[in-house]
């Protein structure tokens, strides 16, 4: 069976099912376009660390309020 780590400890995240990467790369875009952040393809050193957090931040609420409607089905 795999170890696994953190994306913490590992200094690098990761995404847990390859397949979906594409999918989330294109979330990651539509998220940073909802809440106005100019997110480029590639390196993002332009954006600041509240930017860049933001993002993320929006990304793991919409994907929770997803799953959380999903189960209440």
């Not at 780590?5 to 990651?28: C, H, I, M, Y």
């Not at 590639?42 to 930017?51: E, I, S």
Request: net charge neutral; aromatic share 4%; no cysteine.
């Amino acid at each position: 069976m795999e170890e696994r780590t953190s994306a913490r400890s590992k200094g690098t995240n990761r995404v847990e099912v390859p397949e979906a990467r594409g999918a989330l790369d294109k979330f990651k875009f539509e998220v940073a376009n909802e809440i106005g952040v100019d997110l480029k393809d590639g390196y993002n050193g332009h954006l600041t660390t509240a930017q860049a957090g933001s993002v993320g931040g929006e990304m793991v609420r919409k994907m929770i309020r997803r799953q959380e409607e999903e189960m209440s089905r």
